[in-house]
């Protein structure tokens, strides 16, 4: 693909040239390893040890994750083939092969899902009092109420836009849902096509247990609030059905002949000039629009559908039929989302609360800890969501930002919302007369436009916004406090592994270090002048930065472990990353398993590694855990001696991929407290437990589960084992 575009190298290690198996035999198929990775999520969703609303989140998630799949992945890779660009794999694989083999993938995955929702899924949600119901199913009641609703809160909203020669065939908008109508007239006898488009502004489902008289118009929320039971039900409408019910009121006078559903799917990939870096918004917001008219490169209908409006929609959207994916009712499972947010404790996951890091605890006055403060004890190491997000991170840059003795703030935003408190503060302390940078990534793929909005934002308010360094994207996250005080100015300082978002924080686990020291704030202000200004031959004391250091630093790393092995010391290498498929690093890594180092990688996604094949990787394991928590930190953990006692560990903000090592700007901080350090290596410690559950990765890329030992008991949890452990680490904290 064109953002993971593969090159051929010499494998060199200490000056001397090593014999490896051809590519083909050393690498997996990115494509298809993400493929695998939404199957394991499709697995967690056909867990039945899961909680049933949980296991329905994941199908919600699985078709998120494949709609992304298809506008980013397939769609480049469709784009490159048209153009002739294409070129094969860094495994020898033809793009057509290539896309062959992710078609046949893909629709056996979408055929096990819409299977798993309707043979598995529903029947367990209806035994317990919820339903997703048709028309035929509704009392009279509910039929009054879908009327009501239809008539004051949808019809208003809706446009019909029919098709002849009067009226060309209308643009339809990626992921959208439509109705394909087929309309006759009921004098001549003419059948005509309409699409109407279901607004976006609306529900997918909706809950018309709550339709009990006048009023019921106002029900467009999925009910969260209303108690659900298999004695008190919820029943859900999927908002076509109620157009479909109503469609004589949008062509009065036709008959209707058929309605059926279909979506499609476009290029939705941004390709943005950065020669010009003055005019780079305006580029992007151009380049936004262009995305709304890519190519479609997936068209989804429902069995129903009419073949003349399959033949219409296939010529007027320049489908092939290797691009067309039938499916049963109803399309676009992202909706299973209104429903999986029901609040039925008994079938969701037990409440986990952050707690506040330890060495927050301490520091508490009032209602928030003096964060300050406590980093003028030590540094302070916080993994969310177990701690919390609002008490550390977010409470550092809230204190900044109101507290009179700092002078500067500077932030790298990746992606936040726009309503962020995190944004919120850094506009009050550019109003409140402080300094204020705001390094603004606003090509953060899906984020552009809303990140374009709150750059503008920012600059209204008086905050310097730059875009970062032309021809990169700046992934680092990063904040630098500057604070007059005492002794002169001091800087403190976060690196993270995740966004400054405070909403994905309570979902996505991530790292962040808190520190006052010298020698790191110093290496974050040369990178923020870097960023803001022009300083390419920077060099840094504790932090590796992508792209002239990270992937030569972790190449460093694990050479000298080689060494380590080769010299009969004990070595491990372990690092924990949400994708692996950079060929160099990988290389190395299969050096370093031939010398005798173990390796354990625990990826979430992408992994392009072929482990446990004898002469290459036997030491090399690979494992996978999802949960209710999407695991995104990164950690880097390098070992030596008997007991391991000698030990280098990094956490930061770069995989192992082509894009994160040449054209990101990413940040990885040694860590240096032993406590934090022993923490890193304890995550390991509990991922590789042979009592945790989890996916393991065999050579051919096929990823086993296994949640029960040899006797059937469940195995542990590693998300839940290790909220126990912040727990326990907080009360002894406490004393």
Same mark, same amino acid.
């Given at each position: 693909?064109?953002?993971?575009?593969?090159?051929?190298?010499?494998?060199?290690?200490?000056?001397?040239?090593?014999?490896?198996?051809?590519?083909?035999?050393?690498?997996?198929?990115?494509?298809?390893?993400?493929?695998?990775?939404?199957?394991?999520?499709?697995?967690?969703?056909?867990?039945?040890?899961? +909680?049933?609303?949980?296991?329905?989140?994941?199908?919600?998630?699985?078709?998120?994750?494949?709609?992304?799949?298809?506008?980013?992945?397939?769609?480049?890779?469709?784009?490159?083939?048209?153009?002739?660009?294409?070129?094969?794999?860094?495994?020898?694989?033809?793009?057509?092969?290539?896309?062959?083999?992710?078609?046949?993938?893909?629709?056996?995955?979408?055929?096990?899902?819409?299977?798993?929702?309707?043979?598995?899924?529903?029947?367990?949600?209806?035994?317990?009092?919820?339903?997703? $119901?048709?028309?035929?199913?509704?009392?009279?009641?509910?039929? %009054?109420?879908?009327?009501?609703?239809?008539?004051?809160?949808?019809?208003? $909203?809706?446009?019909?836009?029919?098709?002849? #020669?009067?009226?060309?065939?209308?643009?339809?908008?990626?992921?959208?849902?439509?109705?394909?109508?087929?309309?006759?007239?009921?004098?001549?006898?003419?059948?005509?096509?309409?699409?109407?488009?279901?607004?976006? $502004?609306?529900?997918?489902?909706?809950?018309?247990?709550?339709?009990?008289?006048?009023?019921?118009?106002?029900?467009?929320?999925?009910?969260?609030?209303?108690?659900?039971? +298999?004695?008190?039900?919820?029943?859900?409408?999927?908002?076509?059905?109620?157009?479909?019910?109503?469609? %004589?009121?949008?062509?009065?006078?036709?008959?209707?002949?058929?309605?059926?559903?279909?979506?499609?799917?476009?290029?939705?990939?941004?390709?943005?000039?950065?020669?010009?870096?003055?005019?780079?918004?305006?580029?992007?917001?151009?380049?936004?629009?262009?995305?709304?008219?890519?190519?479609? @490169?997936?068209?989804?209908?429902?069995?129903?559908?009419?073949?003349?409006?399959?033949?219409?929609?296939?010529?007027?959207?320049?489908?092939?039929?290797?691009?067309?994916?039938?499916?049963?009712?109803?399309? %676009?499972?992202?909706?299973?989302?209104?429903?999986?947010?029901?609040?039925?404790?008994?079938?969701?996951?037990?409440? /986990? *609360?952050?707690?506040?890091?330890?060495?927050?605890?301490?520091a508490e006055s009032s209602d928030q800890p003096?964060?300050?403060?406590?980093?003028?004890?030590?540094?302070?190491? @916080?993994?969310?969501?177990?701690?919390?997000?609002?008490?550390?991170?977010?409470?550092?840059?809230?204190?900044?930002?109101?507290?009179?003795?700092?002078? /500067?703030?500077?932030?790298?935003?990746?992606?936040?919302?726009?309503?962020?408190?995190?944004?919120?503060?850094?506009?009050?302390?550019?109003?409140?007369?402080?300094q204020v940078l705001a390094v603004v990534e606003?090509?953060?793929?899906?984020?552009?436009?809303?990140?374009?909005?709150?750059?503008?934002?920012?600059?209204?308010?008086?905050?310097? *916004?730059?875009?970062?360094?032309?021809?990169?994207?700046?992934?680092?996250?990063?904040?630098?406090?500057?604070?007059?005080?005492?002794?002169?100015?001091?800087?403190?300082?976060?690196?993270?592994?995740?966004?400054?978002?405070?909403?994905?924080?309570?979902?996505?686990?991530?790292?962040?270090?808190?520190?006052?020291? #010298?020698?790191?704030?110093?290496?974050?202000?040369?990178?923020?002048?870097?960023?803001?200004?022009?300083?390419?031959?920077?060099?840094?004391?504790?932090?590796?930065?992508?792209?002239?250091? *990270?992937?030569?630093?972790?190449?460093?790393?694990?050479?000298?472990?080689?060494?380590? /092995?080769?010299?009969?010391?004990?070595?491990?290498?372990?690092?924990?990353?949400?994708?692996?498929?950079?060929?160099?690093?990988?290389?190395?890594?299969?050096?370093?398993?031939?010398?005798?180092?173990?390796?354990?990688?625990?990826?979430?996604?992408?992994?392009?590694?072929?482990?446990?094949?004898?002469?290459?990787?036997?030491?090399?394991?690979?494992?996978?855990?999802?949960?209710?928590?999407?695991?995104?930190?990164?950690?880097? *953990?390098?070992?030596?001696?008997?007991?391991?006692?000698?030990?280098?560990?990094?956490?930061?903000?770069?995989?192992?991929?082509?894009?994160?090592?040449?054209?990101?700007?990413?940040?990885?901080?040694?860590?240096?407290?032993?406590?934090?350090?022993?923490?890193?290596?304890?995550?390991?410690?509990?991922?590789?437990?042979?009592?945790?559950?989890?996916?393991?990765?065999?050579?051919?890329?096929?990823?086993?589960?296994?949640?029960?030992?040899?006797?059937?008991?469940?195995?542990?949890?590693?998300?839940?084992?290790?909220?126990?452990?912040?727990?326990?680490?907080?009360?002894?904290?406490?004393?």
């Open positions: 693909m064109t953002d993971e575009s593969q090159t051929t190298y010499d494998v060199t290690t200490f000056g001397v040239e090593h014999d490896l198996p051809a590519a083909a035999d050393r690498f997996l198929d990115r494509e298809l390893s993400w493929l695998a990775f939404n199957e394991r999520v499709l697995d967690m969703a056909a867990d039945t040890t899961l +909680p049933l609303l949980e296991r329905t989140n994941f199908l919600s998630i699985f078709a998120s994750n494949l709609d992304e799949f298809f506008m980013v992945r397939v769609a480049g890779l469709k784009r490159r083939i048209s153009t002739g660009l294409a070129v094969p794999s860094v495994t020898g694989t033809q793009p057509r092969t290539a896309m062959r083999s992710i078609t046949k993938t893909a629709r056996g995955l979408v055929r096990r899902h819409a299977e798993l929702y309707r043979d598995d899924i529903m029947p367990r949600l209806e035994a317990e009092g919820i339903y997703v $119901v048709g028309l035929e199913d509704l009392t009279e009641s509910e039929l %009054d109420g879908v009327s009501e609703l239809f008539s004051e809160r949808v019809f208003p $909203v809706l446009t019909p836009l029919a098709v002849d #020669p009067a009226h060309p065939f209308p643009y339809v908008s990626g992921l959208s849902l439509n109705l394909g109508v087929v309309l006759r007239h009921p004098r001549s006898g003419a059948e005509h096509f309409a699409r109407v488009k279901v607004p976006p $502004v609306l529900p997918r489902f909706i809950n018309v247990s709550e339709f009990v008289g006048p009023g019921a118009s106002a029900a467009l929320a999925p009910g969260a609030e209303t108690p659900v039971s +298999p004695e008190t039900p919820a029943r859900f409408l999927p908002i076509e059905d109620v157009i479909t019910a109503h469609l %004589d009121s949008l062509f009065e006078g036709m008959e209707i002949v058929s309605a059926a559903c279909f979506r499609i799917t476009r290029n939705e990939d941004l390709e943005v000039e950065e020669d010009d870096a003055e005019n780079l918004l305006k580029a992007l917001e151009k380049e936004l629009e262009r995305r709304r008219f890519g190519p479609a @490169v997936r068209l989804e209908i429902t069995e129903d559908m009419h073949p003349r409006v399959r033949e219409l929609l296939v010529n007027e959207l320049a489908i092939d039929e290797s691009e067309i994916y039938e499916l049963p009712t109803p399309l %676009d499972l992202r909706g299973l989302d209104i429903i999986a947010d029901i609040p039925r404790e008994d079938l969701h996951f037990r409440k /986990a *609360v952050p707690i506040v890091s330890r060495d927050l605890a301490e003096d964060v300050f403060g406590a980093l003028r004890d030590r540094e302070i190491l @916080v993994q969310h969501p177990y701690e919390s997000f609002s008490t550390s991170v977010q409470a550092f840059i809230e204190q900044a930002a109101a507290d009179p003795h700092v002078v /500067a703030i500077k932030q790298s935003l990746y992606r936040t919302s726009g309503d962020s408190p995190i944004v919120d503060a850094l506009i009050e302390a550019a109003q409140a007369g402080k606003i090509k953060a793929r899906f984020d552009e436009a809303n990140n374009i909005t709150w750059a503008r934002k920012l600059e209204r308010a008086g905050v310097h *916004v730059v875009y970062g360094i032309v021809g990169l994207k700046t992934h680092a996250k990063l904040c630098l406090v500057v604070r007059h005080e005492a002794g002169g100015l001091r800087r403190y300082c976060h690196v993270g592994t995740g966004n400054y978002h405070p909403k994905t924080a309570r979902g996505y686990e991530d790292m962040g270090l808190l520190t006052a020291d #010298p020698q790191l704030g110093a290496d974050i202000a040369k990178l923020f002048n870097q960023l803001s200004g022009l300083a390419p031959g920077t060099t840094y004391s504790r932090l590796l930065v992508a792209p002239a250091r *990270v992937r030569d630093g972790l190449l460093e790393h694990i050479d000298e472990a080689a060494a380590r /092995a080769r010299a009969g010391e004990r070595a491990r290498i372990r690092i924990k990353v949400n994708s692996i498929v950079d060929e160099r690093i990988i290389d190395h890594l299969y050096l370093a398993s031939r010398a005798g180092v173990s390796v354990q990688l625990f990826v979430r996604g992408i992994c392009a590694i072929r482990p446990g094949i004898p002469g290459l990787s036997e030491n090399i394991q690979v494992r996978s855990i999802l949960g209710r928590f999407l695991e995104h930190s990164r950690v880097f *953990v390098f070992e030596s001696g008997e007991d391991y006692e000698h030990t280098e560990a990094y956490i930061g903000s770069a995989d192992l991929m082509h894009r994160n090592l040449d054209r990101r700007v990413e940040a990885l901080v040694q860590l240096q407290d032993p406590r934090h350090i022993s923490e890193a290596r304890d995550l390991f410690e509990l991922a590789f437990a042979d009592d945790t559950a989890r996916f393991d990765l065999d050579g051919e890329g096929l990823w086993t589960r296994t949640s029960v030992d040899a006797h059937g008991a469940p195995l542990a949890d590693y998300q839940t084992a290790l909220h126990r452990i912040h727990r326990r680490r907080w009360s002894r904290q406490r004393g």
